[in-house]
C-alpha cells in the first residue's frame, strides 16, 4: 500500500467538512470574543516565538510514551512506566489546546487530514489513560496494559505520520520555502 494514496483520501473526504467548519467556527469565535481572548489564542498559537508551539509541545508526550514503552517491554520497570505514561498524559492538554488552535487556521484539505490526526492521537491517549489506570504500583502490569500502551504508541505513530503530512505537505509554499533556503558559501560549495 502507498502511503501517499492513504494520504490523498483524507484529503478528498469531503464528508469531514461539515464537522470541520462547525468546529472552526466555535473555536475562532470562542478566540475572538475580546482583545483578552484574541491575545490569549495569539500567545498560544506561538506569536511570541513567531513559531507554531505545537510541534515543540507535542515531544513531551510522544518521549514519555515512546520511552514508558522501552521501559515496559525491554527494561521491565513496572513503576518508571507508569509514572512516563502519567507524564504523557499531563502534557497532552496543552499540545492539544495548542493543535487545534493551528488547526482552526488551516485550509479546508488541512482540515480534514487534521481531523484524522486528531483522532488517531485521541485513540492513542485513550489508549494511555486506559493501560495508566490497569497499572497498579504494587503489581507487575496486566496483558491488556501492556498491549493498550503498543495500541497507544502506534495510534499516536499515525498520528504523527498525518501531522507531518500537514506540515510537510499540505503546507508547502515554495515562495516561503524558497526565501528561507540557507544562503551557501560559495567557498563551502563542492561540486561533484
Do not use: C
Amino acid at each position: 500500500m502507498n502511503i501517499g494514496n492513504l494520504f490523498r483520501r483524507i484529503e478528498s473526504a469531503d464528508q469531514l467538512d461539515g464537522p470541520s467548519t462547525g468546529l472552526q467556527r466555535r473555536i475562532l469565535d470562542a478566540t475572538s470574543r475580546s482583545p483578552a481572548t484574541r491575545k490569549v489564542a495569539s500567545i498560544l498559537r506561538g506569536s511570541p516565538v513567531e513559531h507554531p508551539l505545537h510541534p515543540a509541545l507535542v515531544a513531551v508526550p510522544i518521549g514519555a510514551w515512546t520511552a514508558s514503552v522501552v521501559f515496559d517491554y525491554v527494561v521491565r520497570d513496572p513503576k518508571t512506566v507508569r509514572n512516563l505514561i502519567l507524564l504523557g498524559l499531563v502534557t497532552t492538554p496543552p499540545a492539544l489546546i495548542t493543535g487545534w488552535l493551528d488547526w482552526s487556521e488551516r485550509d479546508t484539505i488541512a482540515r480534514r487530514v487534521g481531523l484524522v490526526h486528531a483522532a488517531s492521537n485521541a485513540v492513542g491517549i485513550d489508549a494511555f489513560l486506559v493501560s495508566y489506570f490497569l497499572r497498579s504500583n504494587d503489581s507487575p502490569p496486566a496483558l491488556l496494559a501492556r498491549l493498550l500502551s503498543l495500541v497507544g504508541l502506534s495510534a499516536i505513530g499515525v498520528g504523527g505520520a498525518l501531522g507531518g503530512h500537514i506540515v510537510f505537505r499540505l503546507m508547502d509554499d515554495l515562495d516561503t520555502e524558497a526565501a528561507s533556503a540557507p544562503v551557501l558559501d560559495p567557498a563551502l560549495n563542492v561540486v561533484n
